[in-house]
C-alpha cells in the first residue's frame, strides 16, 4: 500500500515536471494609457478570463507576453484568434527571445490587422473572438487554452465583402410601381351631383324664362322634317358615345357618313322651312 | 471484322453497366518505387465490383507509354496518380495535359505524399486554386497522443454531398499527410479539414499552415462538371487504415468518378397560370404566370428524383427582377419537378431571361434559362376612363353638355318668337 502511494506520488511529479506552463501570463495594450492585466500562470487546466477584454478603437493594439522555461521548450506556440463556431481562426506566431534562464513569448495582436472576416461577423454577432493558446510538444501535457474574449465596443462599421460562394441567394420579389391615386367615389358622386343640379337648373331656367313654348313647332307633314333634323342630332351623339365606349375609328366614321347624308338632306329641308317661319 | 464487333458490343455492355455517369475507363498512374499496388487492393477491388476497367501504368519503368488522348478524344474517363518520385512523370505527362484532360471533362484522383508530389500534378493543382505542403512538409498534432497517425472527427467533414457520415463518433486515420492551402474559389470543395491544434512544418521548422486553414482532402467542381480530388496521403486510402478511412475512400472516388453527386434537368416550363402557353398568347406586364423545372439525381444505377430546399428561380432583365424559392409540386419515378407558385410578371417590358441556375459545393452544375420577351399593354388594354373615378366627373360634364345641347336645339326651333316690350328712358346729360 505504501508502495503504491508512493509510485502514484511519483508519477505525479514526473507528470508535472513533463506539463507544459506559461509563466507570469500578461496582457498590454501598447499606444495606449489603459493599464495591463495580468493573468498568471496558465496550464491545461487555466480557465479564461471571465470578463471579456473590451477594443475600443480599431487602431488599438494588444500584446501578450509571457515565459517558458528552457527545459519544457515547447515546438509549438500559436495564439488562436477568432470564431472556433464559425470555423473562423487566424493563427499568430510569436517573437521568441531566449535570455537563457526563460524564453519569453510575445504575441502582437494589431486589431486594423485582423482579418475583416472576424471583426465583422464579431460585431454582427455581437459574439466576442476568442483568444486561445497553444502549447504543444510531443510526449508533454500540452496546453490549448481559451486565454480571453476580445469585445469590439467600436462604433466603426467593418466593412466586408462576403467571398462568392455557391448557396441560395436571398428572395427578391419585384416591388410594382404604385398604381395610380384617384379620388374616392363619394367624392366624384358630389361633382357629379353638382353638374345634373346646373343641368336642371338650366332647364328650369329656360322654361321659365318663356323659351320652350313650342309654338314655332309646324303642324303639317313638315313636323317629319324637325323629328328627323332632331334625330339626326341624336344620332350623330349616339355614334360619338359608340365610339368613346370602344367602337373603332373607322366604324364610327362609317356610321357617321351613313347618317349625315340624310342628316345633310333632312337638316336643310327643316331649316329652309324653319327660315320662313 | 467479326472481332472488332464483338470488342465494340463488350466495351458497349461494359459502359452499359458502369455506375459512374459519364465512363468506366480509368488509367492508375503509379511509381512503384513508392507505390505497392496490394497496399490499395480493396479501393481497387471495390471499384471493379462497381464495373471500373481499371488500367495501371507505373512511370518508373522508362519504357512505359503514357497517352491521354488519342488525337483530340479522351482515352479514359479517370485519371488517378499516386505519389511519384522526382521529375519522372515530367516525360510522361504535363500539367498542361491534365489540364487539357480536365477540360476535356476527364476526372482526377491525385494522392500526394509528404515526399512526392510530381511537378505537373502541382501546377495542375494550383491552377485549380489547391496549394499542397511542399516536399518533406508533413502534418503534426502534439494533441494526438497516438505515434501513428491523427484521428479526425465527423467536424473535419466539409462536404455532405461527397459523404455524409450514417454516425457521427466515427473518427477518420490520417496518416503522414501534406497540407493544402485553398484559394478562394466557388468552384472548390473542401471534403477534410485539419484539426485545430495541428499544424504543417518542414524540417527547416518553417511553418506552411496551422490549425483549420489546411485541409487533407479536397476537391474540385470545375464549370464543365469535371471533378478533381486531392488527398495528402497514400496511407489514407491504402488496405491498412481501410477500417477508418474505407467507406470515406470509397465515396471520395465514387464522387470524383461522377457516381454521386450528379444531378441534371429533363427540362423546364413555363406558362399563363391557366395553361395557355407563351407562344399562343405572349406575356404582357403583370401577367400572372408560373414556372416549373424538374430535376433528378443518379444514385449510382439509376435516376431518381432529386430532393432539395434551395432551388432557386431567377427572372432576370441585366438584373434579377424575381428570385424565387421553388417549391416541389409533382414527382415521377426519375423526376421531381419544383414550381415557383403563381406570380405576376414585372411591371417593366423588355426581354427577359427564365432561369434556374443551381450550383452547389458538390454537386454537378445545372443551368437551365430561356429568354422571352414581355410586351407592353395595348393601346385597348389600360383601363377605361369611366372605370376611372377621377374621369366620372369629366364624362358627367360631357354628358351633361351634350344634353344641354340636344335641349337647347330642341327648344330654339320648336319655340316662337315673342316680342317683349321693355322700358327705355333716354339718358340726357
Given amino acids: 500500500m505504501q508502495l503504491m502511494r508512493h509510485l502514484f506520488a511519483l508519477c505525479a511529479l514526473v ?86 534562464e526563460l524564453i519569453m513569448y510575445r504575441f502582437s495582436i494589431d486589431v486594423s ?83 345634373s343640379l346646373v343641368v336642371f337648373g338650366l332647364v328650369i331656367a329656360l322654361m321659365s324664362s318663356g323659351a320652350l313654348n313650342f309654338g314655332n313647332l309646324p303642324l303639317n307633314f313638315n313636323i317629319v322634317y324637325f323629328f328627323a333634323f332632331i334625330g339626326s342630332i341624336i344620332g350623330f351623339e349616339y355614334i360619338f358615345i359608340q365610339y368613346y365606349i370602344g367602337k373603332s375609328i373607322f366604324e364610327t366614321l362609317l356610321a357617321a357618313l351613313y347618317l349625315g347624308f340624310p342628316a345633310l338632306w333632312v337638316g336643310t329641308k327643316f331649316l329652309r322651312i324653319f327660315k320662313c317661319t | 471484322m467479326l472481332r472488332s464487333f464483338i470488342v465494340a458490343l463488350l466495351t458497349f455492355a461494359a459502359l452499359a ?30 471499384m471493379r465490383e462497381r464495373d471500373y476497367t481499371l488500367d495501371f501504368i507505373s512511370v ?3 519504357t512505359s507509354s503514357l497517352q ?28 498542361k495535359s491534365l489540364l487539357q484532360f480536365s477540360l476535356a471533362g476527364g476526372n482526377v484522383l491525385a494522392v500526394s505524399s509528404p515526399e512526392s ?46 459523404y455524409k457520415p450514417y454516425d457521427e463518433e466515427e473518427d477518420f486515420f490520417i496518416t503522414n499527410s501534406s497540407v493544402a492551402i485553398l484559394d478562394n474559389r466557388e468552384q472548390l470543395v473542401p471534403i477534410l479539414v485539419a484539426p485545430r491544434t495541428s499544424y504543417a512544418s518542414g524540417k527547416g521548422k518553417d511553418l506552411w499552415v496551422s490549425g483549420s486553414q489546411g485541409y487533407l482532402v479536397v476537391g474540385f467542381q470545375a464549370l464543365n462538371n469535371a471533378r478533381t480530388a486531392w488527398v495528402g496521403s497514400p496511407e489514407f486510402l491504402s488496405n491498412s487504415n481501410h477500417q477508418s478511412n474505407g467507406i470515406l475512400a470509397k465515396e471520395l472516388t465514387k464522387w470524383t468518378f461522377k457516381e454521386k453527386g450528379v444531378i441534371k434537368t429533363n427540362g423546364f416550363r413555363h406558362s399563363h397560370i391557366d395553361g395557355t402557353s407563351y407562344e399562343e398568347a405572349p406575356y404582357k406586364i403583370k401577367d400572372a404566370v408560373n414556372y416549373e ?59 427577359f431571361t427564365f432561369q434556374v441556375d443551381y450550383k452547389r ?69
Fill in chain 1, 15 to 100: 507528470y508535472s515536471c513533463l506539463a507544459l506552463q506559461a509563466k507570469n501570463v500578461h496582457l498590454t495594450f501598447p499606444g495606449s494609457q489603459r493599464r495591463g492585466i495580468l493573468l498568471g500562470d496558465i496550464e491545461s487546466q487555466t480557465q479564461k478570463l471571465e470578463e471579456p477584454v473590451q477594443v475600443n478603437a480599431q487602431d488599438e493594439s494588444l500584446e501578450l507576453n509571457f515565459a517558458v522555461s528552457p527545459a519544457e521548450k515547447p515546438e509549438q506556440v500559436e495564439l488562436l484568434v477568432g470564431l472556433p463556431e464559425r470555423g473562423l481562426e487566424v493563427v499568430y506566431e510569436p517573437k521568441i527571445t531566449d535570455n537563457k
Fill in chain 1, 113 to 195: 490587422k485582423i482579418p475583416k472576416a472576424l471583426l465583422h461577423y464579431s460585431k454582427d454577432d455581437e459574439e466576442p473572438i476568442s483568444v486561445s493558446m497553444i502549447l504543444a510538444s510531443p510526449e508533454s501535457d500540452n496546453v490549448f487554452v481559451p486565454v480571453f474574449d476580445m469585445s469590439l465596443t467600436f462604433n466603426d462599421e467593418v466593412e466586408y465583402t462576403e467571398p462568392v460562394r455557391y448557396e441560395a441567394k436571398p428572395e427578391i420579389r419585384h416591388v410594382f410601381n404604385p398604381e395610380p391615386k384617384t379620388v374616392p367615389w363619394p367624392l366624384a358622386q358630389v361633382f357629379v351631383f353638382i353638374i
Fill in chain 2, 17 to 46: 453497366n458502369a455506375r459512374c455517369v459519364q465512363g468506366s475507363r480509368t488509367l492508375v498512374i503509379y511509381d512503384e518505387r513508392l507505390s505497392v499496388l496490394d497496399n490499395y487492393s480493396n479501393l481497387f477491388n471495390s
Fill in chain 2, 60 to 62: 518508373a519503368n522508362e
Fill in chain 2, 68 to 95: 491521354l488522348f488519342k488525337g483530340e478524344n479522351k482515352i479514359y474517363d479517370n485519371l488517378m496518380v499516386f505519389p511519384i518520385k522526382g521529375k519522372t512523370l515530367n516525360k510522361h505527362v504535363s500539367g
Fill in chain 2, 117 to 162: 508530389l510530381s511537378d505537373p500534378v502541382r501546377l495542375f493543382l494550383n491552377q485549380l486554386g489547391i496549394y499542397p505542403s511542399p516536399k518533406d512538409y508533413r502534418l503534426v498534432d502534439h494533441f494526438q497522443k497516438s505515434s501513428d497517425g491523427i484521428r479526425i472527427g465527423t467536424d473535419g467533414l466539409k462536404n455532405r454531398f461527397v
Fill in chain 2, 293 to 351: 423545372v424538374s430535376f433528378s439525381e443518379w444514385n449510382g444505377e439509376e435516376w431518381q428524383p432529386f430532393e432539395a430546399t434551395d432551388i432557386q428561380f431567377e427572372l432576370k432583365m441585366l438584373d434579377p427582377y424575381y428570385r424565387l424559392n421553388l417549391i416541389p409540386s409533382h414527382r415521377d419515378e426519375t423526376y421531381q419537378w419544383y414550381t415557383t407558385g403563381d406570380f405576376r410578371l414585372p411591371d417593366h417590358h423588355g426581354v
Fill in chain 2, 361 to 429: 459545393a458538390g454537386l454537378s452544375l445545372v443551368s437551365v434559362s430561356d429568354v422571352k420577351a414581355i410586351r407592353h399593354l395595348a393601346h385597348d388594354e389600360y383601363p377605361r376612363s369611366w372605370e376611372i373615378t377621377n374621369a366620372r366627373v369629366y364624362i358627367s360634364g360631357i354628358f351633361a353638355v351634350i344634353f344641354a345641347w340636344v335641349l337647347f336645339v330642341i327648344f330654339f326651333v320648336s319655340t316662337s318668337k315673342t316680342t317683349k316690350n321693355f322700358n327705355t328712358e333716354k339718358k340726357n346729360n
